[in-house]
Nanobody, 125 residues
Framework: QVQLVESGGGSVQPGGSLRLSCAASGHTDSSMCMGWFRQAPGKEREGVAAFRGDGRTSYEDAVKGRFTISQDNAKNTLYLQMNSLKPEDSAMYYC????????????????????WGQGTQVTVS
């Protein structure tokens, strides 16, 4: 089992920044894909960024150049630095983890992840 706890959400004006954190515990290892997803009201959950088990990162096109995913292995914590925030970035943000069977091309598919955090709200207005 893997436990994930997100923090760092809040309200910010357009153009502002936030840093989300996801503290992981339990049976985690570096071969897992750790991802950030978001879900706005009435919309499907979408992949934002992932730190893949092969050591590479992936981003949704809409956030490239604005968001940066990183992790601190010593603290077992995943981060999402969000800059130049836009109103359309407003959503509940979730941290997720899974091995994805080694198929990193599925990093943005929510249905492929087994472990999820409870989410943290980001509002840009």
């Amino acid at each position: 089992q893997v436990q994930l706890v997100e923090s760092g959400g809040g309200s910010v004006q357009p153009g502002g920044s936030l840093r989300l954190s996801c503290a992981a515990s339990g049976h985690t290892d570096s071969s897992m894909c750790m991802g950030w997803f978001r879900q706005a009201p009435g919309k499907e959950r979408e992949g934002v960024a992932a730190f893949r088990g092969d050591g590479r990162t992936s981003y949704e096109d809409a956030v490239k150049g604005r968001f940066t995913i990183s992790q601190d292995n010593a603290k077992n914590t995943l981060y999402l630095q969000m800059n130049s925030l836009k109103p359309e970035d407003s959503a509940m943000y979730y941290c997720a983890a899974d091995y994805l069977g080694g198929s990193w091309r599925d990093w943005d598919k929510a249905e492929e992840y087994e472990f999820w955090g409870q989410g943290t709200q980001v509002t840009v207005s």
